[in-house]
C-alpha cells in the first residue's frame, strides 16, 4: 500500500521561505505553493486498488535566506524555519477512462512558520487548500512502466491577511498544478521521475503576478520484504518572470530562482499502514531578477537548508468482495 508519496504530492506548502526583508515585495511568499520534495516520499505513477485512502503528513524546514537580497546583518544568516501537518484523502473508484485508472485527491496543510533577525516573523494557519479532481494512471502492459498525469489546484481559502494578504500563511490567488509521472514499478524497485508546474493566477489583492515554478523530482528505491530504502533529489525553479503591479509600483521581489537537492527515503509496510521518512539537503540555492531596492542593485533571495519528512498512510474503506457463487453439487436426485 506504498501509494502515500503520489497522494502527499499533492499535498503542501511552506509560505515562510522567501521573507526577506520588511521591504520585500509580494512578502511573505515562499515562490512555491508546494514545498519541493513532498512527492518523494515513495509515490509512483501507478494506481492503488479501489478504496478510500487516508494519509498524514508533517515536515519540518529549517534553512536560512541567501541570495543577493538576503537580510543577513553581519554576515549572521537570517533562519526561516515551518512546521507543516496535513491530513488528506485518496478515492479511487475503480473506474477505468481511456484504459487508465482514475482517483481524485483532496489535502489540507496547517503552517507554523517564522523568520528570524531582522525580520522577525511568526505565523501560524491553515494553507490554501490542495484539490486534485482526476488523476489517470496508465500501466504500459507487463513492462512495469506507468505513466501518470492530472491537474491540481490551490484553492485561495488559507488563512490570508493582511495589505497585500501575505501576512499569514494562505495565498489570495488560485495556483493551478498540471503533472505528468513516469514509473518503473518491478521486483520491488520504484525508480520515478515526477514533472509538474505551479501555474498562478494574480493577486485577487495586490494585483502581482507570480512566475510559473518547474517541480522536477526524483526517486530510485528498492522494496525488500516490508522495507523499503533508497536515494531522492529534486529541482524547483521559477522558469517565468514575475509581473508587478501599481500596488507595488511596478517592483519585482525575484525573478527567477534555482533549488537543487538530494536525499534519502526509508520506509516500512506494517499492513495495514505504511510509514515512510526522508531527508533532503539543498545543495545550491540561488535567486536573481530583483527590482526592489535602488538600481543595480538585486534584492532576489531565496531559501537553502534541509527537510525531514515522515507520512503515515492506509485504507479506509475498500469495496465488497464479489460474492462467490454456490458450487453446484456433483450428484443430485
Known sequence: MNFNGRVTAAALAVTAAGMTSANAFEFGYAGWAQKPGITLGGGTAGAPPPGLYSFNQVFTYQSNIVGPGAPNVGGVAT??????????????????????????VIVQPWIMADV???????????????????????KLGDSGFFIKTGLGIYVPNGSISGPAGLSNVGNPWWTFQPEFVVSYLKDGWNLTANLFQEINTSSSISGYRSGDVLHAEFTATKTIGNWTIGPIAYYAGQVTSDTSSAFYNGAINVNRYNIWAGGGLVGYNFGPAALTVWATHEFSSNASGGTAGPPGIDTASITKGYSVFANLSFRLWAPDEPATPPKRPMFTK
Not at 79 to 103: I, K, M, N, Q, R
Not at 116 to 138: C, D
Open 79 to 104: 533562519p526561516v524555519h515551518a512546521a507543516v501537518e496535513a491530513s488528506g484523502l485518496l478515492w479511487v473508484p475503480g473506474w477505468t477512462f481511456l484504459g487508465a485508472t482514475y482517483d481524485a
Open 116 to 138: 528570524g533577525s531582522p525580520v522577525n516573523i511568526q505565523q501560524v494557519g491553515m494553507h490554501n487548500t490542495y484539490i486534485v479532481p482526476a488523476e489517470l494512471s496508465w
